[in-house]
């Protein structure tokens, strides 16, 4: 079956190399990886699948990694993923929601078989798609195995883009742009805001006219009105109203890789209170983004931030942005990096992450954000849409 690939087996077989260096230091001799992102960074596994157990297998000593999945989705691992044929690994349907077996039985009845029954064993203990049923199956078939918390040991090794991950981000963020420019295009008074909805999610997946999107990993956050007290709401099927505040994050994605991007847009007589605060916030980002370059630390970038917007009077308790590319359903960030006091990763070229100063009140909020990519000698702008609060 011939194989579609979005890198280079070269490139999978380095992302596989800098990832068992991290388990060796760890003291990892198998690692079980479930989240879907992870299985596609190492492997290229791509499918609607994740809803049903799977996982890729990667033993130390193993040139190959093995998948494990659903037996009507190998196909899929045979032709998005460069992994050969024996090292696909289909499990029949009968495991499927069953309340008498469980997937991760198959898993370790191919550890046992291959040997590796009385290893350490890396799981993913902390990700949205590895249950503790999963582990309660690998731990009573795999006894004599030592298990160790592995949640995030890939997330930080897919912290440094490769050239080629940064075009496909890069991708991303024209078709980020252009769904922000049909949301700003969309959203009216007298307009249904699920009809702006709609129009987003075409632009999102329609791309370009070189190259499509894909689904996003979040679905496009636009409340308004009172609503955007809070960041993390959809939309209804209200009417946008004169006075309104929009808050727009949304985010480009071409093959699985993000690009993050939220505006604020009012409509008519907005509060005056929404202008000063979008200031702030426009004038933080303004004077963050000066001094971020390669050796600083993501608790630098915030402690900028903090100081620029404290003469306001204007308080954010929440983390300033987080380290975002490669993912699925239901988060496009990568859980490694976060831009806050106490996080003091080192940033370094190739870095891509979202500086998303959001400060949302109790009656309101603005949302102006910078999807940013770090490098050499200093910060490159992954998107150049008008840093300001949108007005209609």
């Not at 990886?33 to 492997?43: E, F, G, H, I, Q």
């Not at 997330?155 to 050239?163: C, H, M």
């Not at 190739?350 to 309101?364: A, R, V």
């Amino acid at each position: 079956m011939e194989k579609i690939l979005a890198f280079s087996v070269q490139e999978f077989k380095q992302r596989l190399e800098k990832t068992k260096r991290s388990m060796e230091e760890k003291g990892i001799e198998v690692l079980v990886v479930t989240d879907p992102a992870n299985m596609n960074y190492l492997t290229g596994f791509d499918g609607w699948s994740f809803y049903v157990h799977q996982c890729v297998v990667i033993m130390i000593d193993q040139e190959e990694p093995f998948w494990v999945g659903r037996g009507q989705d190998s196909n899929a691992a045979r032709l998005t993923s460069y992994l050969s044929d024996e090292n696909i690994y289909p499990y029949t349907d009968d495991y499927v929601q069953s309340l008498v077996k469980h997937p991760m039985d198959f898993v370790a009845d191919i550890l046992k078989e291959k040997g590796y029954d009385k290893k350490v064993v890396g799981t993913e203990m902390d990700t949205y798609y590895y249950t503790a049923k999963c582990q309660e199956s690998l731990q009573s078939n795999l006894p004599n195995c030592k298990f160790i918390d592995a949640t995030s040991l890939v997330n930080w090794v897919k912290l440094i883009k490769s050239d080629l991950e940064i075009e496909y981000i890069k991708k991303a963020a024209v078709i980020a742009e252009k769904t922000m420019d049909a949301a700003f295009k969309s959203i009216d008074i007298g307009v249904r805001q699920n009809e702006a909805a709609a129009n987003v999610y075409h632009a999102q997946i329609y791309g370009t006219e070189e190259y499509g999107g894909d689904y996003t990993s979040i679905v496009p956050l636009m409340p308004a009105g009172i609503r955007t007290s809070t960041p993390h709401l959809s939309w209804t099927d209200e009417p946008y109203r004169n006075g309104d505040t929009v808050l727009v994050e949304i985010a480009g994605n071409y093959r699985r890789y993000h690009c993050p991007l939220s505006r604020t847009i009012i409509l008519g007589d907005a509060p005056q209170k929404v202008k000063d605060l979008a200031s702030v916030v426009v004038q933080g980002i303004e004077d963050t983004l000066a001094v971020v370059k390669p050796g600083i630390t993501c608790e630098d970038i915030e402690r900028t931030w903090a100081k620029s917007i404290a003469k306001s009077g204007f308080i954010k308790d929440s983390r300033v942005g987080y380290s975002f590319g490669l993912n699925y359903p239901p988060d496009w960030g990568e859980h490694t990096v976060s831009i806050r006091p106490g996080d003091k990763t080192v940033l370094e070229p190739n870095m891509t992450l979202h500086f998303m100063p959001g400060i949302w009140l109790d009656d309101c909020g603005v949302d102006i954000s910078e999807p940013i990519r770090i490098t050499e000698d200093g910060v490159e702008l992954l998107t150049r849409y008008p840093r300001r609060l949108l007005e209609k």
